[in-house]
C-alpha cells in the first residue's frame, strides 16, 4: 500500500503539473486529461487535477516511503 499510495501521489502531481502548463499556454485541461485517458496504458482514472496528499495515509506514507529509502543497509 505504501508505494501504491506514492505512486498515486506522483499521478496527480503530474496531472497538477500538466495543468499548470495548460493554463500557461490557454489550452483546456479538460481535453487533455480526456486525451491521455484513453491510452490504454494510463486509463482514465486519477488524471484529474487534484490535491495530491487528499488521503489521511498519502503524506505518512511518503514520508515512510522516503525514510525506508534514506536508511543505511545494514551489513
Known sequence: MLTANAFLVQR???????SALCKATNVDVAEVD????????????FISTSVSFGG???QKDILNLVYTYIQPTET
Not at 12 to 18: D, E, K
Not at 34 to 45: E, F, L, M, T, Y
Request: proline share 5%.
Open 56 to 58: 489521511s495515509y498519502f
Open 34 to 45: 480526456n486525451s491521455i485517458g484513453k491510452d490504454s496504458r494510463i486509463g482514465p482514472r
Open 12 to 18: 496527480i502531481s503530474s496531472m497538477n503539473a500538466i
